[in-house]
Each structure stands twice: as C-alpha cells, then as structure tokens.
C-alpha cells in the first residue's frame, strides 16, 4: 500500500525553525519528483517546493524561498523539508506529495507559529 | 509567476445536473494542468493530468479540456458524493502555482 506519511509539525515561535520528514513507504521515492504543499486554516492549496528525483534541482515559491530548504534522501525513502524563519502567516497543514499521472498525497502535518 | 483563476467560486447544483468549471492561465501553461478534488478534512484527489487524462480510478463522468490558457473540468451528472472543492494546478513553469478553488455545493 502506498503511504506518505509526514511529521514533525507542532507548535513554534515566530523566528523560529522546524524540520517536517515525509516517510514513503509501498514504493521507491527515488522514482518520482516529491512537492511540499501547504492549506492555511479554512484556505486554498498553496504550493511550495519540489525536488527532482536525485535531488540535483529545487524550486521555490516566492513566500518562502530563502527561508525554506527542501530535500531527500532515497536510501531513506524520506523528504524533507527544513523551514527557517517562520511567521504567523506560515501557519498550516503541510502535504507532501509525490508527483505525476499516479500523484499521491500524504496525511499532513499542522505547523501552528504563534507566541 | 503563473496566476490561476477559477470561476465561479461557489456553484450551487442539484445531483443530476451538469457542470463545467473555468479555469484560466494568465500565460500559456500548454497542457501541464491537473484538477483536484478536495472534500471537508480530506486530503486532495487528482481527477484529471495533462489537462485531459483521467487519473487511475476516477469515473468517466469527470472530463478535462482545454491547453494554452483556457481549461475546463466537466462533471456530465452529478452524484452527491462530487460536492467538493475543485483546484486546478499548472506545472508548466515554476512555481507551480493553484488556482483558489471552486466550491460546488448541494442545492
């Protein structure tokens, strides 16, 4: 069974910084473009990052480039994405989401930034 | 940046009936769109790929047209489960950006 399963969303301060991981499992990352997604509360799909298969080319949306970084490790099966310098306004769920004709969409983590 | 814009924003219908839904390009993505569907505390669906490809396991009720600019999605009968949000999303040029959604509610 295909499975994307994120984590490391919680609760942080304005400035601060969090990790999210998103864990494939029931097929090879290494084969598909990954993309984070993310839908503030009561709000529209925003995109923000993809990541080709070898990890060799990335890009961003203007609201978080240089802020955000994301990643992966194939042998892990797993993408990150490591956010920096967060505001109120990055407040949401974020989907990880495997690319292509068979796109998958994981669970969700929820990121609340507030003080 | 490539913007996306959906009309209407809310569609109220009845089950039956037949709806189309806008989606449009401020430039030419080709035909690197794809359509979501999004139901209340659900994770998003991919209808349609390539503008016009149904994705594994979506009934032929759902159609997609359109290249260039202009797109469509097309439910020919509506069943009660396909009130949603519907989003279009373009990966013609990055930022891949998604349209703001079209709501289709029950009459």
């Known amino acids: 069974e295909v499975q994307l399963v994120e984590s490391g969303g919680g609760l942080v301060q304005p400035g601060g910084s969090l990790r999210l991981s998103c864990a494939a499992s029931g097929f090879s990352l290494k084969n598909y473009w990954m993309h984070w997604v993310r839908q503030g509360p009561g709000k529209g799909l925003v995109w923000l990052s993809r990541?080709?298969?070898?990890?060799?080319?990335?890009s961003y949306a203007d609201s978080v480039k240089g802020r955000f970084t994301i990643s992966r490790d194939n042998a892990k099966n797993t993408v990150y994405l490591q956010m920096n310098s967060l505001r109120d306004e990055d407040t949401a769920v974020y989907y990880c989401?495997?690319?292509?004709?068979?796109?998958?969409w994981g669970q969700g983590t929820l990121v609340t930034v507030s003080s | 940046e490539i913007v996306l814009t959906q009309s209407p924003g809310t569609l109220s219908l009845s089950p039956g009936e037949r709806v189309t839904l806008s989606c449009r390009a401020s430039q030419s993505v080709k035909n690197y769109l794809v359509w979501y569907q999004q139901k209340p505390g659900q994770t998003p669906r991919l209808l349609i790929y390539d503008a016009s490809n149904r994705a594994t396991g979506i009934p032929d009720r759902f159609s997609g047209s359109g290249s260039g600019t202009d797109f469509t999605l097309t439910i020919s009968r509506l069943e009660p489960e396909d009130f949603a949000v519907y989003y279009c999303q373009q990966y013609g040029s990055s930022p891949y950006t998604f349209g703001q959604g079209t709501k289709l509610e029950i009459k």
């Open positions: 990541i080709n298969i070898d990890g060799s080319t990335t």
């Open positions: 989401a495997r690319g292509g004709p068979d796109a998958y």
